[in-house]
């Protein structure tokens, strides 16, 4: 499977289309893209952010997957310019957020103050989404959800943990029970 087809499938699980997709699927480079520099606090903020996102269960969370600096690459390689600054500007967002309901910054609060606030931030997004304009920049909380999603499913910890991963080519098997609670296939 080419990447083409990984972030269709993917694009799929997820419901609907990747901000940035089709910078993705035809592998260049945005244009107006710029080559930020992220700070080790950024880094480690993203981290964390989509470590809350997918935490660590039976499976891998999205740190262990390295999904950080994945992420941060995304934004630099695939983005438009105002969804860069969108997300750069939610980074900051957070922080205040965080300062201004629980007293300290983001990656210092509890699991359960983390989940809380990106609980809100999710509520915000989808209302922002709703009636949002084509020229207006995406939310940046939807961008980090995306961004999380697709890169924990395509690292091989998420692929291979997270979903029962069989190889291609294999076998062909026209139907296959399904046990509640199992996990999705993954193709690779």
Request: proline share 4%; aromatic share 10%; glycine share 8%.
């Amino acid at each position: 499977m080419d990447r083409r087809e990984a972030v269709k499938y993917i694009s799929l699980i997820m419901g609907g289309t990747v901000v940035g997709s089709a910078a993705i699927l035809s592998g260049c480079k945005s244009a107006t893209g710029t080559n930020q520099n992220w700070s080790e606090e950024d880094l480690e903020l993203i981290a964390e952010i989509a470590d809350t996102i997918i935490p660590e269960t039976d499976s891998p969370g999205a740190k262990e997957a390295k999904v950080g600096p994945f992420i941060a690459l995304m934004v630099d390689d695939c983005y438009e310019a105002k969804d860069q600054a969108e997300f750069r500007k939610g980074l900051g967002l957070i922080n205040e957020k965080a300062m201004l309901k629980y007293g300290d910054k983001f990656v210092k609060l509890s699991a359960e103050e983390r989940t809380a606030l990106l609980n809100e931030l999710d509520k915000e997004q989808k209302e922002y989404t709703n009636s949002k304009t084509p020229e207006q920049a995406t939310h940046y909380f939807r961008l980090m959800k995306e961004l999380t999603t697709l890169g924990y499913f395509s690292s091989e910890l998420g692929a291979t943990k997270a979903r029962r991963y069989t190889p291609i080519p294999g076998k062909y098997e026209a139907c296959i029970d399904y046990k509640p609670g199992e996990k999705a296939f993954q193709y690779g």
